[in-house]
């Protein structure tokens, strides 16, 4: 469907799409050859475009045909191959990658006259930006790297908390038996480390600050060590996250998408302001789906604490998963077969890091 959109010139790219480009559930977005370093983040707001607010805030332009990197601290525009022309009926979503969020690179994209990040309304044309502010990492990219995805809706499939519950009891969304809460599936944090026997061991990792750049196309290529501290499991189960510090920890539930359905990691409770969790949330058809190659796979949590230490304790619960059903089955599912990488994941840091 996502490919006959493109088709129907309801998706435009300067440039053929990549054979892996269209996932599961959503398509890859695409960085185009120019970057913006600009003074401050914006939305543009009713009546204006994009390309008028970088013009107003940029300090400088750099090419990225040949690669670049962005530094920590700064804030980038860049121009998406992708555009839209979307019929009334269908709107988008978009979210960072996984393994951009697994890096700390906060991205986001925007519209012209939009009034909010990351959300499309129907029947909107023209072009697309991310927004790339890296936060713990200088990253490397280039024209065509991959930072967003992009996920297109046709009405409201979201399910609510009876029919969410229906689901979980015939496929076991979680290991765990009362796990929907309103209209998501609550997910808790691991610091018990139940990834290992008789638990202990590593449960997470905290980034390491002033490191080397990654370049974000290569893959298996850094050394854990020379980006992460490992996190061993306490014996009182918990940890206090430091402000400004960020940290990957794993989900206690072994998680599950069946292949009719996508889900999102949205906040468990706005109101709990301490701490973030989860810049990248979209989970794809298939996720940890045994028919697809897993049996049930942790969510990984990217976590930064906010103003002040914040205590975690195992088994707190940090968000929900929000199911949505799919207008057709995909012609693929997410996992081993399309190269997946973290189909039946425990706790794991991104593609770009060996072991």
Known sequence: MIAALAQARGIEAAQPFAPDQIQPASLDLRLGAVAYRVRASFLPGPGTAVARRIAELKLHEFALTDGAVLETGCV???????????????????????????????????????????????????????????????????????????????????????????????????????????????VSVDLFGSGARNG??????????????????????????????????????????????????????????????????????????????????????????????GLGARAVLEVRSREVPFILEHGQIVGRLVYEKMLARPDQLYGSGIGSNYQAQGLKLSKHFRG
């Open 76 to 186: 980038y525009i860049v121009p998406l191959i992708e555009r839209l022309a979307l019929p009334d009926d269908v709107a988008a979503a978009t979210n960072p990658k996984s393994s951009t969020g697994r890096l700390d690179v906060f991205t986001r994209v925007i519209a012209d006259e939009t009034r909010g990040f990351d959300r499309v309304a129907g029947g909107y044309h023209g072009p697309l930006y991310a927004e790339i502010s890296p936060k713990t990492f200088p990253v490397l990219v280039r024209q065509g790297s991959r930072l967003s995805q992009i996920r297109f809706r046709h009405g409201d499939g979201a399910l609510d908390s009876e029919a969410l519950r229906a689901l979980h009891v015939r496929e076991g969304l979680v290991d765990r038996a009362e796990a929907v809460m309103g209209d998501g599936v609550a």
């Open 200 to 293: 202990g061991g590593i449960v997470g990792y905290r980034a390491k600050r002033h490191t080397a750049v990654i370049e974000v196309e290569r893959r298996a290529a850094y050394d854990v060590a020379d980006f992460w501290e490992p996190i061993t499991a306490r014996a009182d189960r918990s940890l206090i996250l430091d402000p400004d510090e960020f940290y990957i920890l794993a989900s206690a539930e072994a998680v599950q998408v069946p292949p009719d359905y996508a889900a999102e990691m949205v906040p468990f409770d706005p109101l709990v302001g301490e701490f973030r969790v989860h810049y990248a949330g979209f989970f794809d058809p298939g996720f940890g789906y045994a028919g697809a190659g």
